[in-house]
């Protein structure tokens, strides 16, 4: 089974930073590229970032493109999302998903969602 653990979520005030991770447990990062969706309130859930660890992709949705960095460490099977100049439409459930892609459909597996709350 595919196991995945977001956290890193919170309340921040427009302008400001937060560091999401994503643990995964049962596969390694040969085996899946590794995504970031959100889920605002009202709203479909939607891809941001993916990375793949076996060609260097790297991929960003329009709205998060220079704001948002993602990566991974191997060694501790994580990866992380930098989110910097954060604004208030960034506020969302923030998904971390196995075996996106750059058409942006939802992956097959998923954890569990880390709230992210950005204050005007």
Same mark, same amino acid.
């Given at each position: 089974d595919v196991q995945l653990q977001a956290s890193g979520g919170?309340?921040?005030q427009a302008g400001g930073?937060?560091?999401?991770?994503c643990a995964a447990s049962r596969f390694t990062f040969d085996d899946y590229a590794i995504g970031w969706f959100r889920q605002a309130p009202g709203k479909e859930r939607e891809g941001i970032s993916c990375i793949s660890d076996t060609d260097g992709y790297t991929d960003y949705a329009d709205s998060v493109e220079g704001r948002f960095t993602i990566s991974s460490d191997n060694a501790k099977n994580t990866v992380y999302l930098q989110m910097n100049s954060l604004k &208030?439409?960034?506020?969302?459930v923030y998904y971390c998903a196995a075996d996106c892609d750059s058409s942006w459909r939802l &992956?097959?597996?998923?954890?569990?969602?880390t709230q992210v709350t950005v204050s005007s």
């Open positions: 919170g309340l921040v930073s937060l560091r999401l991770s &208030p439409e960034d506020t969302a &992956p097959d597996y998923w954890g569990q969602g």
